[in-house]
Nanobody, 126 residues
Framework: QVQLVESGGGSVQAGGSLRLSCAPS????????MAWFRRPPGGEREGVAT???????NYADSVKGRFTISRDNAQNILYLQMNSLKPDDTAMYYCATKRTFGGICLGLGDYTYRYWGQGTQVTVSL
């Protein structure tokens, strides 16, 4: 059973930065699509960013230019660098992964990930 452990959440003021990490256990992420999702308070889950095994990325319009998803296949870690944070970014953030042919990702509207983390809270205040 693959487990995903997120870390790096916290409370920051608007304009600040955080870096989230996600470390899968018992699987090499090399052939896996990996993604970050978030669920704001009282809101729906939404895709934030995806990264395929070849490093190609996709971002939600709301975070483009501010967030960067990256992966270190050698260290088996997924990251989400979040800059210029806004109160609207307040949410529980989850990493997710699934093995796909060629390690491709199907887009932010794809929620069919086999493995999900427990989430890490990000709170942005004015």
């Amino acid at each position: 059973q693959v487990q995903l452990v997120e870390s790096g959440g916290g409370s920051v003021q608007a304009g600040g930065s955080l870096r989230l990490s996600c470390a899968p256990s018992e699987v090499s992420i090399r052939d896996y699509c990996m993604a970050w999702f978030r669920r704001p308070p009282g809101g729906e889950r939404e895709g934030v960013a995806t990264i395929a095994s070849d490093g190609s990325t996709n971002y939600a319009d709301s975070v483009k230019g501010r967030f960067t998803i990256s992966r270190d296949n050698a260290q088996n870690i997924l990251y989400l660098q979040m800059n210029s944070l806004k109160p609207d970014d307040t949410a529980m953030y989850y990493c997710a992964t699934k093995r796909t042919f060629g390690g491709i990702c199907l887009g932010l509207g794809d929620y069919t990930y086999r493995y999900w983390g427990q989430g890490t809270q990000v709170t942005v205040s004015l």
